[in-house]
Nanobody
Framework: VQLQASGGGLAQAGGSLRLSCAAS????????MGWFRQAPGKERKFVAS????????YYADSVKGRFTISRDSAKNTLYLQMNVLKPEDTAVYYC????????????WGQGTLVTVSS
């Protein structure tokens, strides 16, 4: 399994970015896919997840109402639409795949940096 995250960059507070994660090497229909982030000097934290087949989503409280996770099965790509960005959203964002749907993410992408200026 390979996960390739992209789309990070610099945004102003209140702005938007969309992250993408190209997935390959498996059929992901039985997987849960997720986004995590790690701010400088802090632990990696859960951001959002989606069941690839049924589309059930979960979000961290800190991003609810601002971020939207989605997937395009035809393109085998996971997305994270980030709106109303805040400086505290600054982090390296990672996509991940949970093969057994047990919240233990087995595969990780390389990370993409999001920087939000005030």
């Amino acid at each position: 399994v390979q996960l390739q995250a992209s789309g990070g960059g610099l945004a102003q507070a209140g702005g938007s970015l969309r992250l993408s994660c190209a997935a390959s090497g498996r059929t992901f229909s039985s997987y849960r896919m997720g986004w995590f982030r790690q701010a400088p000097g802090k632990e990696r934290k859960f951001v959002a997840s989606i069941n690839w087949a049924g589309g059930i989503t979960y979000y961290a409280d800190s991003v609810k109402g601002r971020f939207t996770i989605s997937r395009d099965s035809a393109k085998n790509t996971l997305y994270l639409q980030m709106n109303v960005l805040k400086p505290e959203d600054t982090a390296v964002y990672y996509c991940a795949a949970d093969r057994d749907m047990n919240w233990l993410f087995d595969y990780w992408g390389q990370g993409t940096l999001v920087t939000v200026s005030s």
